[in-house]
C-alpha cells in the first residue's frame, strides 16, 4: 500500500516523496518556541497560533498515522543579470503555488482513500499550522541546510513542500543526512546577515520577510533598503550560491516558467504601474501577495538605496 501511494505521488507529476510517523514533534517545537522567543518571526503573528496543531498534526486530522510529504521542483534555465535591479526570486516567476500544488494534493489524497478504505486525509501547502519543513525533515524528503531551506541532492532546494496528513497506516521513511558539511556560503553570501546562525533565519533582517511578508504602509529599514542587492520580490541569495543547486534539474510544470519571460520588474515602471493593470497582469501570481502598494514601497527602497 505504501509504495502504492508513493508510486501514485510520482505519476500525479511530485518529483519527490517520503513518508514519517505522524508523532508529536517534541525536539522541533523547542526550536520553534525559541525562535518564536526570540522575536524572529517579526509581524507575523499568525506563526504564534495553533501551536498545539503545529506541535501535533493529530489534532488536525483525528487518529493521524501517518504524513505523506511531497516535493515539487519549480527551477527553470533562467538566470538574473547579477547587475540587474528588480529581480523577482525565482519561485515567483510563474504562476502561484497556492494555485498549482492543492489540485496535486487532492488527487493524492483520492489516492490514499483508494488504497486505504475508510481513510481520513488532509493536505496543506504553506496554508495552516503544519510545520512543513520539520515533517520534511522527519520523512527522509531532505534535510535542513543552514540557511532554513529544505535540501536534496537531486533537486537542491529548489521546490515546494506538500503535506499530507492521513490516518492510513503507512510504513515511514528514514531521515536523510546532512550533506551540508562545514560548508558557509549561504550564510557568507546573505546581504543582510539574516541567517544569524546556521538553521536560525531572523525574518527581521531577511529580505524576502520585508519584500513580501510586511504591510504596503511599513516602511522597510534603510540597513535593509541599502543591501537589497537589487531584490524587489523575494531573495535568492541564498540558495543561488548553495552548491546543492548546481544540478539545476529543470522542472516539468510549464507553469513555473517565467511569465513573458521576465525575472525582474524595472523599479521605475513599478512606481507608475496602475491597478487595474497589476491586477490583470499578475493574476495567479505570487507578485499579487503585497499588493500593488507592498510592490511600489519595495521599488521606492530599491531606487533609494541605489
Not at 195 to 204: C, G, H, K, M, W
Request: glycine share 8%; net charge negative.
Amino acid at each position: 500500500m505504501t509504495e502504492a501511494i508513493k508510486r501514485a505521488a510520482i505519476d500525479i507529476g511530485f518529483d519527490a516523496v517520503a513518508i514519517a510517523r505522524a508523532e508529536p514533534l517534541d525536539q522541533e517545537m523547542e526550536h520553534y518556541r525559541q525562535w518564536l522567543e526570540s522575536g524572529y518571526h517579526g509581524t507575523m503573528g499568525y506563526m504564534e497560533r495553533n501551536l498545539d496543531s503545529r506541535y501535533d498534526v493529530g489534532n488536525i486530522v483525528e487518529g493521524a498515522r501517518s504524513v505523506v510529504v511531497v516535493a515539487k521542483n519549480y527551477f527553470t534555465p533562467h538566470k538574473h543579470d547579477s547587475a540587474s535591479s528588480g529581480k523577482i526570486a525565482r519561485y515567483a516567476w510563474g504562476d502561484d503555488y497556492h494555485d498549482v500544488l492543492p489540485p496535486m494534493l487532492d488527487a493524492l489524497c483520492v489516492e490514499i482513500a483508494e488504497h486505504a478504505p475508510g481513510s481520513v486525509s488532509r493536505r496543506y501547502t504553506d496554508t495552516g499550522p503544519v510545520l512543513e519543513k520539520q515533517w520534511a525533515v522527519r520523512s527522509g524528503l531532505g534535510w535542513q541546510g543552514k540557511n532554513g531551506n529544505i535540501l536534496r541532492r537531486d533537486i537542491g532546494s529548489w521546490f515546494f513542500i506538500g503535506v499530507v496528513i492521513t490516518t492510513a497506516d503507512l510504513r515511514p521513511d528514514e531521515p536523510m543526512d546532512d550533506y551540508c558539511g562545514t560548508c558557509t556560503a549561504c550564510l557568507d553570501a546573505c546581504p543582510t546577515k539574516a541567517i544569524v546562525q546556521p538553521l536560525v533565519v531572523d525574518a527581521t533582517k531577511c529580505i524576502s520577510y520585508w519584500t513580501i511578508e510586511t504591510k504596503a504602509d511599513v516602511d522597510i529599514p534603510l540597513p535593509i533598503a541599502e543591501n537589497l542587492d537589487g531584490w524587489l520580490f523575494g531573495c535568492d541569495a541564498c540558495q543561488d550560491v548553495c552548491p546543492w543547486n548546481r544540478f539545476e534539474t529543470p522542472t516539468s510544470e510549464v507553469r513555473f516558467q517565467p511569465r513573458l519571460g521576465e525575472l525582474a520588474l524595472d523599479p521605475t515602471s513599478v512606481l507608475t504601474l496602475q491597478p487595474d493593470l497589476f491586477s490583470e497582469r499578475f493574476r495567479r501570481s505570487p507578485l499579487k501577495r503585497p499588493k500593488l502598494g507592498g510592490l511600489q514601497r519595495n521599488a521606492r527602497a530599491l531606487i533609494s538605496g541605489d
